[in-house]
């Protein structure tokens, strides 16, 4: 279940689960998309349940889109192309609906999920506003490295640990190198140091950069001020 913390309310549908907040028109929606093998975690990943609680909803209160992605969805590119279309005909329902605003559609996700969140953005890059890539899986899909001329318009930050020892930090280091070659106006990378990483509540493997990211109060401002 979404942590909702007694705020907003939760819809099921059998691709994603939706907060819904209290009240309001055309406010912010947010896909997020978990790692690998986190399917029966979807609705409690760290990055769900801060937007979703009550101190980040008063403060910013927005839809939050968390797709459950089976194992076999994220190893096929065809299956996640479909779950891509699946999320996209959502929240374009929710905009036609007047609920959520069409120039505040972000994206976010971590690990396989940091993939889903660059090919998401690639498969439709007129629809996100802005997005967070944290430690992407991207050597799983060469497409994802060489369609990146896709989203170099699109504000995006990565973040990633330095020591990193799952996927290296490097992969982010060469997105963001082959984006900012590409002329792109606002594409960073935050490296996180194993001090920052532990503080955060991570493990010593340093592969839970949302925890990171999470932390810091910034990463949110930013996102939602595009």
Wanted: charged share 20%; aromatic share 8%; with cysteine.
């Amino acid at each position: 279940m979404l942590s909702l913390s007694g705020c907003g309310a939760k819809e099921s549908d059998s691709t994603y689960n939706l907060f819904t907040p209290n009240e309001g028109k055309e406010l912010p929606l947010v896909i997020v998309f978990h790692g690998f093998g986190e399917a029966d975690n979807a609705n409690n990943t760290v990055t769900v349940s801060t937007l979703t609680s009550d101190a980040a909803q008063a403060k910013r209160p927005c839809y939050l889109m968390a797709p459950s992605i089976e194992d076999d969805v994220f190893l096929s590119e065809s299956n996640r192309k479909e779950l891509y279309e699946q999320l996209k005909k959502a929240s374009d329902k929710l905009i036609s609906d007047g609920k959520v605003d069409p120039e505040k559609v972000y994206v976010m996700g971590n690990s396989f999920g940091g993939l889903c969140t660059v090919e998401y953005m690639e498969e439709y890059p007129e629809s996100v506003a802005a997005a967070i890539v944290m430690c992407p899986a991207l050597t799983y899909s060469r497409n994802s490295t060489t369609e990146l001329s896709k989203i170099k318009d699109i504000p995006v930050r990565f973040a990633h640990a330095t020591n990193d020892n799952v996927i290296p930090v490097e992969v982010s280091r060469s997105a963001v190198s082959t984006l900012n070659a590409m002329g792109s106006p606002d594409a960073s990378l935050t490296e996180f140091t194993d001090q920052e990483m532990l503080a955060a509540g991570a493990l010593t493997g340093f592969h839970q950069a949302d925890f990171a990211v999470m932390a810091d109060g910034s990463f949110a401002e930013w996102l939602f001020s595009h």
